[in-house]
């Protein structure tokens, strides 16, 4: 898998509008989390700080939670193209209920109803708009993107004008835009590939509400001892946000330092995966190209927290550091999610829900540990006891759950998986196959049976066998093994590049 940054990739128009789209994500995720203020429960030394975004957190989870138990047409209709607008609207309307509702408890309580919701759902829309295109295009989109974000918010941190940063909660309009003109949003405008003959009214039943157990399974697919690794990273997190600052104060006081910080990270991403994509493919074999960027991302949140105690006094605190390096680990861990979606094949909207819903639990149980030691440690001592836990768990998650030798097996892995869709486009292109037929064959070189391919496109399985016919005239075959053969033989071609 080459994941290089060409100029020429980057340029196409839907590079640039997924670029520009997930930039507007990110940047108003930024100004939400980051940019405002402190706001707390309660007051004095009992307050219980940050509960602003632990509720909003907690909405995003209930979010995922409600994608991963939904079934399939479920999901669909909750990220359907209608929808994306609705949740822009909440998300700026959101956003902005803090001035109109107050700072109260009641005020954080909306405020992180009427965010987190969208804001999870919207998320995963951006997986799943990722998760078609391709691994080795999708990756450096990200980095770029998150790079967008960063020096977006940057700029507008540092406008001497009041109220600057208000026009950051405008955000979600342009990330809806650009998704409603992505795949697979954009084929909802017109005439819907997934209608075929048979796709007429059909009757709703609320089993149709609920997932199997069997779609079930297909959404754990994901390692459990990853998995516990990215929640004990957003545990890390947690733990810095109750450490940065104090009730009634910015949030993050260094905030532009951090997203300075995070715009050299994703530079520096792009040229370590640029770097692997021109290196021989003997090193290539051995070593996956997201490896690198893995470890550059816990140095830098290992820097910032040994820098802790000495750079206080130099206006670079060491938590913007560690802050730079998680929301640089944040990219990889999309990359990451986009890459177990291609290996299961499975929605990339459900790998998003999963993964983000345990990053964002342990950064939950982090603000929520990171109070509680606010209030039983000294005042003297509990800001560098918070940092040591934090430090401990993002070095326990990189040493034992979440390990450099798991990233790069799976960025290996990805690579043959990738290789199967460019013999997919490359068998479409050559034999002159239609938009259906290149639908159905790579179902059909998987060794789908006709019911399921059926089921899956939401066609006949008469449909189905039509083009599956068509299909063996066109490669020349003569059956779905000697189909198969074909796509064993182009993916064995296309690897000896």
């Known amino acids: 898998m080459q994941l290089g940054l060409r100029f020429d990739r980057i340029t196409e128009p839907s590079a640039v509008r997924a670029i520009l789209g997930f930039a507007c994500n990110q940047g108003f995720v930024f100004s939400l989390f980051y940019l405002g203020a402190n706001r707390a429960f309660g007051e004095g030394e009992f307050a219980f700080e940050r509960a602003d975004l632990l509720l909003t957190l907690a909405f995003m989870v209930l979010s995922f939670a409600l994608l991963r138990n939904a079934s399939p047409r479920a999901r669909d ?44 759902l919207m998320l995963a829309a951006w997986g799943r708009a990722f998760g078609v295109r391709p691994v080795d295009r999708c990756v450096p989109e990200v980095f770029v993107a998150a790079a967008v974000a960063a020096g977006l918010c940057l700029a507008f941190s540092l406008v001497p004008i009041e109220h600057a940063l208000l026009v950051l909660k405008l955000l979600p309009l342009g990330s809806a835009f650009a998704l409603r003109g ?81 715009v050299l990270f994703c530079a520096a991403a792009l040229q370590l995966i640029s770097g692997g994509a021109s290196a021989g493919s003997d090193s290539a074999d051995q070593q996956g190209p997201l490896d690198g960027v893995y470890r550059l991302a816990v140095l830098v949140m290992m820097a910032g927290f040994l820098f802790v105690p ?35 094949g499975q929605d990339a909207a459900l790998s998003f829900a999963r993964g983000f819903a345990m990053l964002y639990l342990g950064e939950m149980a982090g603000i929520a540990l990171g109070n509680a030691i606010e209030l039983f440690e000294p005042v003297e001592q509990a800001p560098y006891a918070i940092a040591a836990f934090a430090g401990l768990a993002a070095l326990y ?8 030798r798991d990233f790069r097996a799976l960025s290996v892995i990805v690579r043959d998986a990738d290789r199967f869709d460019e013999a997919c486009r490359a068998i479409s292109q050559d034999h002159g196959l239609s938009k259906r037929e290149s639908e159905i064959l790579p179902l059909a070189l998987r060794g789908r049976t006709g019911e399921r391919i059926a089921g899956e ?33 182009t993916v064995r071609r296309l690897g000896g590049k």
Not at 101 to 119: D, F, N, Q, S
Not at 312 to 337: D, H, K, N, R
């Open 397 to 404: 998650a990189y040493l034992f759950l979440f390990t450099e």
């Open 182 to 262: 992505l795949e697979p949003f954009a084929r909802e405008g017109g005439s819907s590939s997934r209608k075929g003959p048979s796709a007429g009214p059909q009757s709703f039943r609320f089993g149709d509400l609920v997932a199997t157990r069997e779609q079930h399974d297909e959404t754990a697919r994901l390692s459990k001892k990853i998995i516990a690794g990215t929640g004990l990273f957003g545990l890390t997190a947690g733990f810095m946000e109750t450490f940065a600052s104090d009730p009634g104060m910015a949030s993050t006081p260094a905030f532009s330092a951090s997203l300075l910080l995070l």
């Open 77 to 120: 209709a909750l990220l359907s193209r209608t929808l994306l607008w609705c949740y822009a609207g909440l998300l700026v309307l959101g956003s902005v209920v803090s001035s109109l509702a107050g700072t109260g408890a009641w005020g954080i309580v909306v405020e992180g109803m009427l965010v987190g919701v969208p804001a999870g």
């Open 310 to 344: 000495v750079l206080g006094s130099f206006g670079v605190p060491g938590e913007s550091i560690m802050l730079a390096g998680y929301l640089g680990l944040t990219y990889v861990l999309v990359s990451l999610f986009l890459v177990m979606a291609k290996l299961t």
């Open 457 to 489: 496109l939401f066609i006949s399985k008469s449909t189905v066998d039509t083009h599956l016919r068509r299909m063996y005239a066109k490669t020349g075959t003569h059956g779905r093994q000697e189909l198969i053969d074909l796509g064993e033989r």
